[in-house]
């Protein structure tokens, strides 16, 4: 068990930024436990500890915390960052019309995206390190898909390439968008316990995405690019730490000025 540093906890901890973030807060000192549904920790550093865990099985949330508390008894800050999203970049079987909405992908976004940030973070209150004044952090992921919806248009290009409609799917901005009101009803619940809650909402971020895909995207954003995962970071550390102590209730898009247009 870790006693001397300060925990946070990733869920989603081997995604492209639940690793990045992983590595980052654990090269900041911090103990981190990463949470994911893969068999191993894929390579990650030390000074953060694995957990697999299937974040929809909330039935079975007090074993996961059982997990937990026997890695530390100092949590400061839980980061709900697992969601499902289809990703363009080579995959696009994700992606279709409204009109062929399956009830089966439906409820797997739902409980994921959003049923698992309120139960986990539910579970893990009792366990928060309140010694000292310290405010403690729940940092929610959300998207600017929770802000805005999609701009089916940024796809027609890809489209073309492909030879078939790809259009984003309504699941993941409904559940995005869930997830903003639970941080704004959790701030205000837990403010005066000790509690900051926000979230922190990306822009599309570069990941190996088709070239006319990037282009497309990059021209709907007023900096002209998309976003890269380290740029992330620095926003995350914020709302970690004593920075965000009287920050509370809070969106922050970090979109390039997706959302400003």
């Not at 911090?30 to 893969?38: G, K, R, S, T």
């Not at 980061?79 to 499902?84: D, L, P, R, V």
Request: hydrophobic share 40%; charged share 20%.
């Amino acid at each position: 068990m870790v006693h001397n540093k300060k925990t946070v906890i990733i869920t989603g901890g081997l995604g492209l930024l639940g690793r990045r973030s992983s590595e980052f807060f654990a090269l900041k000192g911090f103990h981190v436990i990463a949470i994911d549904i893969i068999d191993d920790n894929g390579g990650l550093p030390e000074g953060v500890d694995y957990i697999k865990f299937d974040l929809m099985n909330v039935d079975s949330y007090d074993l996961l915390v059982n997990r937990i508390t026997s890695m530390t008894d100092n949590l400061v800050c839980l980061i709900n960052n697992a969601a499902f999203n289809p990703k363009i970049e080579g995959n696009k079987t994700g992606f279709g019309r409204f009109e062929e909405l399956d009830i089966n992908t439906w409820n797997d976004e739902v409980n994921l995206n959003l049923t698992a940030p309120v139960f986990l973070t539910q579970a893990l209150l009792p366990f928060f390190n309140r010694d000292g004044n310290d405010y403690c952090k729940i940092i929610n992921i959300i998207s600017t898909y929770g802000l805005v919806p999609p701009n089916q248009s940024i796809y027609d290009s890809l489209s073309k390439k492909s030879g078939f409609e790809i259009i984003k799917p309504i699941g993941y901005p409904v559940t995005k968008a869930g997830l903003v009101m639970v941080t704004k009803y959790l701030s205000t619940y837990l403010g005066t316990s000790g509690f900051n809650v926000n979230g922190m909402a990306p822009g599309g971020i570069e990941n190996g995405q088709d070239q006319v895909f990037i282009d497309s995207y990059s021209k709907q954003v007023p900096m002209g690019r998309m976003a890269r995962v380290d740029e992330m970071l620095e926003t995350l550390y914020l709302l970690a730490t004593s920075g965000s102590d009287y920050i509370n209730g809070q969106i922050i898009a970090v979109d390039g000025g997706w959302t400003t247009w």
